[in-house]
């Protein structure tokens, strides 16, 4: 029992430091959480839908605080939509070893452009 309410808890210290980061920075809440479902032993694929289910709501509310204007954003909703369908559905098609590696290198390219 213990067990399942450490994880309880880690989740949800998960789920508030990803809105934390998410609102503050604009970007990562995502990162958080795939290490803490990962924690979890929730497995990759699962992973990657769930953060994707979260970040959603997480991003609206961020950008209702940004105030952030709909018209700049409109332009990359279309591409941004087909990216994500086209990506869930290799997702099924990809081993998790290829997953991992992907996931770690999108982290680091990141990390690098963020530190320009």
């Not at 290490?35 to 992973?47: E, P």
């Not at 940004?66 to 990359?76: D, E, G, N, Q, T």
């Amino acid at each position: 029992m213990l067990k399942k309410n450490y994880k309880l808890l880690l989740l949800a210290a998960a789920g508030l430091a990803a809105g934390f980061v998410n609102g503050f920075l604009g970007t990562g809440g995502g990162i958080i959480l795939v290490f803490a479902l990962g924690i979890c032993g929730i497995d990759q694929r699962d992973r990657f839908a769930t953060v994707i289910a979260v970040i959603l709501p997480l991003s609206a509310i961020s950008a209702f605080f940004y105030r952030a204007p709909v018209s700049s954003a409109a332009k990359w909703l279309l591409p941004g939509m087909l990216g994500g369908a086209f990506g869930a559905l290799l997702l099924d098609r990809l081993d998790v070893k290829w997953l991992k590696s992907i996931f770690a290198a999108m982290v680091i390219w990141a990390g690098i452009c963020f530190l320009k």
